[in-house]
Every structure is written in C-alpha cells, then in structure tokens.
C-alpha cells in the first residue's frame, strides 16, 4: 500500500489552482527562486 501526502480531492484543487494562476512549474522549480531571491538583495 502506497501512503501519499494528498488525497484525490486535494490533487484536484491543486490542479485548478496551478491552471486558474499559469503556474507551469514543477517542484524542483523552488530552488530556482531561491538563487533570484539572493542575488536580488536589499
């Protein structure tokens, strides 16, 4: 028996969101954001 984080219910409310507001990116897309946000500075 797999175990996962988000029900069928939540995977879909994710799914909508991530179309209602264009967000095309992954996961793995976060640490991207990270490196812009340190070289922005104050």
């Not at 939540?10 to 969101?17: E, F, K, Q, S």
Request: overall charge positive; charged content about 30%; glycine content about 10%.
């Amino acid at each position: 028996m797999e175990r996962k984080p988000h029900g069928k219910r939540a995977l879909a409310a994710i799914t909508d969101l991530k179309r209602v507001y264009g967000m095309e990116y992954g996961v793995h897309a976060t640490r991207a954001f990270a490196a812009e946000s340190e070289c922005a500075g104050p």
